[in-house]
């Protein structure tokens, strides 16, 4: 492997995946760490090394630690996959919460240590905030996933007391056809059923996957930047307005809306804090600091996303 090292946790999931093409043309070559080394292996093939991870210790990669530029964590139990019972919501918190402690023991115990660490985050950090205005110095609000993501984002503050840089992305809805919430929203458009969830009011704060990993990628070369940035493009939308937009790509109606109601009945408290309530985000710091979305607006984004399916 070159002397570019990345370790990447979660390097497997919807995100991880893009995240390792976009290292991959960065010229780095990445370590993914994974409980099931098959699997990954299938999924990655040569674009990243596959090394078994327990998910909370430093057990077989420990030796990499100090032979790597940076640590990119994307480790957790998919929030959406279902509904939130005691025993869901426990995997949910100790799959972030013991991985990210995993990595700060991994950089303790390393010499030299990588400089960099980047946490992925949610705007579920923010909690329902109605038609409030949201940047990376809002507070965090209240229930089951702002508290998750809390301690998501707590699990690996001791980087910062080892002097290594830490950078947190707060990702929004993360569109891409292949995985995450929109195939949900495709399937009833297709069959001309298509329509907002809920109220169609709460705001829906999004990027388009391709985005979201280049904008990891530019964290980790802007060793300048460190802390909070909110990765959303600078269009969120009302849900009424993404199911409109999604109608008019479709070339489908958008007029059945799904009562709110069935969906608290299907999947209870998360549905209640994900899909029926929402926040306004605003990629404030991203803004700044001048980087550049190639899918700033939410029809640009599912133009490009269904023109590559066909």
Known sequence: MSERIVILTGGTGFIGRALCRALNGGDYQVAVLTRNLDAARAILGDQALAVRWDGRTTAGWQELVSRSEAIINLAGENIGAGRWTPARRAQIRESRVLAGRALVEG????????????????????????????????????????ETVRLWEESTRGAEE????????????????DGGVLPRFLLPFRFFV????????????????????????????????????????????RMREFARVLGRVMNRPAACRVPAFLLRWAFGQMA????????????????????RFRFPDLETALRGILKSRR
Do not use: C, K
């Open 194 to 237: 298509g329509g907002p969830v809920g109220s169609g009011e709460q705001w829906i704060s999004w990027v388009h996957r391709d985005d979201g990993a280049e904008a990891f990628l530019w964290a980790l070369g802007r060793r300048d930047l460190a802390g909070v940035f909110n990765l959303v493009a600078p269009g969120p939308v």
């Open 272 to 291: 209640e804090e994900t899909i029926l309530s929402g926040q306004r985000v605003l990629p404030v710091r991203l803004r700044q600091e001048e980087f």
């Open 107 to 146: 950089l303790r115990r390393a010499s030299p240590r990588p400089g960099t660490l980047i946490q992925a985050s949610a705007v579920g950090y923010y909690g329902p905030r109605g038609d409030e205005d949201i940047g990376e110095d809002s507070p965090s609000g209240d229930g089951f996933l702002a």
């Open 162 to 177: 080892l002097g290594v840089r830490r950078v947190i992305m707060r990702s929004g809805l993360v569109l891409e056809s």
